[in-house]
C-alpha cells in the first residue's frame, strides 16, 4: 500500500492518512473499534462473521461524521474487498498481526516502528554524497 500525504495538510486522523476513500475509512475504524471491544484481539473465525455482516450489510453503527451524526447507519463492504483494500493492508503495514499458531488477530503498535525505519531510512539518504556524473564519450 501507498501513503501519500501533503505534510502541510496533514488529517488529525489517522485512518485519513492511510486509507484513500471514506468508505474504507469508516470500514477500518469498525475493525479496530470490533477489535478493542473484543480484548484487543479476535480469532479467525470472529473475522470471517465480521466481514460477513459488513458484506451483508447487517452491521450496524453510529458514525460522528456529518450527515450521520447521532443517526444508526447500515454499513455494507464487499468481503473480498474488506479483505484486500483492508485488512491485508493494515497487516502488511503492521497496524494489526496475525497469529499463524492461534490464529488470532491483534492490534498491533508496529506501525510505528516502521514509521520511523522509514524515516530514518530517508535521513539516510538524504545524507548520501551525490554521485559524480561523468559525461559520455
Do not use: C
Not at 23 to 47: F, S
Not at 88 to 115: A, C, H, Q, V, W
Amino acid at each position: 500500500m501507498v501513503i501519500l500525504f501533503d505534510r502541510f495538510n496533514l488529517p488529525e486522523d489517522i485512518y485519513e492518512v492511510i486509507f484513500a476513500t471514506k468508505q474504507q475509512v469508516i470500514v477500518a475504524k469498525l475493525i479496530i473499534e470490533y477489535m478493542k471491544d473484543n480484548g484487543r484481539e479476535i480469532g479467525k473465525t470472529e473475522m470471517s462473521l465480521f466481514a460477513t455482516k459488513l458484506h451483508e450489510g447487517q452491521l450496524i453503527t453510529s458514525i460522528n461524521e456529518p450527515p450521520f451524526i447521532g443517526k444508526k447507519v447500515k454499513v455494507s463492504y464487499n468481503k473480498r474487498q474488506f479483505y484486500d483494500r483492508i485488512l491485508t493492508p493494515m497487516k502488511s503495514m503492521g497496524l494489526i498481526d496475525y497469529d499463524l499458531y492461534k490464529k488470532t488477530y491483534r492490534i498491533s503498535k508496529r506501525f510505528n516502528n516502521e514509521m520511523v525505519g522509514i524515516g530514518l531510512m530517508w535521513i539516510r539518504e538524504a545524507d548520501k554524497l551525490a554521485h559524480e556524473i561523468k559525461p559520455g564519450k
